[in-house]
């Protein structure tokens, strides 16, 4: 009697672990037709940083920030809000970083300006975008990287 | 335990497998069909091409992705992200707005994709979709993500919707994205028109 019983829940084990393993790999070969010669994305590496004025520019100024931004490296587009008083730059993030980018072409003109910063509560909130340290996001991007 | 029940055990889950399976291959047909196009994407398509020639088809022609190597893009979808992509650095700009995309400006770690690239991408996928009546965009509904009640990363406790003025700001960066690529004014027209059919889903005051 006992023998059976645990004959039974042998079977039922393997029979679950089987499912969650077949279950698993669906998801895998689904994510796997989703992502299949996806190729990266466009502007995968290109990150937008901006730095605000604390008082308006004047025309010299705003013709040497702009060569000073363009001589960056990996910088790829400028643009200047003169409103807002302030400058949203993109650039390569595998050439540049934002803070290297502002101490070279910005802080060297000594004028009145501020980094923008986004702190890591600000990030918890605002426009959905795909969460990539999801376990979800994360087998996402390795199948992405083992089957392309 | 009987032989049949054990055989039970392990077909079922193989039958769930297959049903799945083929219910992904059968979307995958569906899509190599006739891709859905309108004229407004057609429009778009044939304008990013150079404005040359015959508007009929030119939105779904797959040309080389100017911005990625190696790959292909539907002209209609390199118009509508060339715009989106310019947008984006205005909205970045934005006072009123750039609160709400915090993922444009925040520090990516040397060589990791960026939060531009994604929201580039997810929400050309938007776009494209509302433009070209094509389903590509797989991201939740607008109203849903645009209420901090019903999703907790939009806004906050004081300030859980946005409003109609927002959607003017927002609505006005696009607009003079397009501009300054010198969409023509009738284009910019309809893609307006076509922004402000999301407009009760994304201002909780509008009309």
Same mark, same amino acid.
């Not at chain 1, 520019?57 to 920030?65: E, G, H, M, T, W």
């Not at chain 2, 307006?192 to 059919?197: C, D, P, Q």
């Given at each position: 009697?006992?023998?059976?019983?645990?004959?039974?829940?042998?079977?039922?084990?393997?029979?679950?672990?089987?499912?969650?393993?077949?279950?698993?790999?669906?998801?895998?070969?689904?994510?796997?037709?989703?992502?299949?010669?996806?190729?990266?994305?466009?502007?995968?590496?290109?990150?937008?940083?901006?730095?605000?004025?604390?008082?308006?520019?004047?025309?010299?100024?705003?013709?040497q920030l702009k060569s000073n931004l363009g001589a960056q490296k990996g910088i790829k587009s400028i643009y200047?809000?003169?409103?807002?008083?302030?400058?949203?730059?993109?650039?390569?993030?595998?050439?540049?970083?934002?803070?290297?980018?502002?101490?070279?072409?910005?802080?060297?003109?000594?004028?009145?300006?501020?980094?923008?910063?986004?702190?890591?509560?600000d990030l918890e909130s605002g426009c959905p975008v795909m969460n990539n340290h999801s376990f979800y996001g994360?087998?996402?991007?390795?199948?992405?990287?083992?089957?392309? | 335990? %009987?032989?049949?029940?054990?055989?039970?055990?392990?077909?079922?889950?193989?039958?769930?497998?297959?049903?799945?399976?083929?219910?992904?291959?059968?979307?995958?047909?569906?899509?190599?069909?006739?891709?859905?196009?309108?004229?407004?994407?057609?429009?778009?398509?044939?304008?990013?091409?150079?404005?040359?020639?015959?508007?009929?088809?030119?939105?779904? %022609?797959?040309?080389?992705?100017?911005?990625?190597?190696?790959?292909?893009?539907?002209?209609?979808?390199?118009?509508?992200?060339?715009?989106?992509?310019?947008?984006?650095?205005?909205?970045?700009?934005?006072?009123?707005?750039?609160?709400?995309?915090?993922?444009?400006?925040?520090?990516?770690?040397?060589?990791?994709?960026?939060?531009?690239?994604?929201?580039?991408?997810?929400?050309? #996928?938007?776009?494209?979709?509302?433009?070209? %009546?094509?389903?590509?965009?797989?991201?939740?509904?607008?109203?849903?993500?645009?209420?901090?009640?019903?999703?907790?990363?939009?806004?906050?406790?004081?300030?859980?919707?946005?409003? %109609?003025?927002?959607?003017?700001?927002?609505?006005? #960066?696009?607009?003079?994205?397009?501009?300054?690529?010198?969409?023509?004014?009738?284009?910019?027209?309809?893609?307006?028109?076509?922004?402000?059919?999301?407009?009760?889903?994304?201002?909780?005051?509008?009309?």
């Amino acid at each position: 009697m006992t023998m059976k019983l645990w004959q039974k829940i042998k079977w039922t084990l393997i029979g679950l672990v089987g499912l969650a393993f077949l279950l698993f790999l669906t998801l895998v070969i689904h994510i796997g037709v989703m992502v299949y010669h996806k190729g990266p994305l466009p502007f995968e590496h290109i990150q937008m940083a901006r730095t605000d004025f604390l008082s308006p520019l004047d025309s010299k100024q705003i013709a040497q920030l702009k060569s000073n931004l363009g001589a960056q490296k990996g910088i790829k587009s400028i643009y200047l809000n003169t409103k807002d008083h302030n400058v949203v730059y993109s650039f390569d993030n595998r050439e540049n970083s934002a803070s290297s980018i502002y101490q070279n072409a910005i802080n060297e003109m000594h004028i009145k300006a501020k980094p923008y910063t986004v702190s890591a509560k600000d990030l918890e909130s605002g426009c959905p975008v795909m969460n990539n340290h999801s376990f979800y996001g994360k087998l996402t991007s390795v199948i992405s990287k083992a089957i392309n | 335990m %009987k032989t049949s029940s054990k055989i039970g055990l392990i077909l079922i889950p193989f039958t769930c497998i297959l049903l799945c399976l083929s219910s992904c291959h059968n979307n995958d047909k569906d899509d190599m069909t006739v891709i859905p196009t309108t004229p407004l994407y057609d429009t778009l398509g044939w304008f990013i091409q150079g404005a040359t020639g015959q508007v009929a088809g030119q939105g779904t %022609k797959m040309i080389a992705d100017p911005d990625n190597d190696g790959q292909k893009i539907q002209a209609g979808r390199l118009a509508i992200r060339t715009v989106v992509n310019k947008a984006l650095g205005i909205i970045a700009s934005d006072n009123r707005l750039a609160v709400y995309f915090p993922t444009l400006l925040a520090e990516v770690g040397d060589g990791n994709t960026t939060g531009l690239a994604h929201l580039l991408n997810s929400f050309t #996928d938007f776009v494209q979709t509302a433009v070209s %009546k094509q389903d590509v965009y797989k991201g939740p509904d607008m109203k849903t993500v645009h209420n901090h009640a019903t999703f907790a990363r939009f806004g906050s406790a004081d300030h859980p919707t946005s409003n %109609k003025q927002d959607f003017d700001v927002f609505v006005g #960066d696009v607009a003079q994205a397009a501009q300054s690529l010198n969409v023509p004014a009738s284009v910019i027209g309809q893609l307006g028109t076509l922004l402000y059919t999301t407009e009760g889903d994304i201002a909780y005051d509008a009309d």
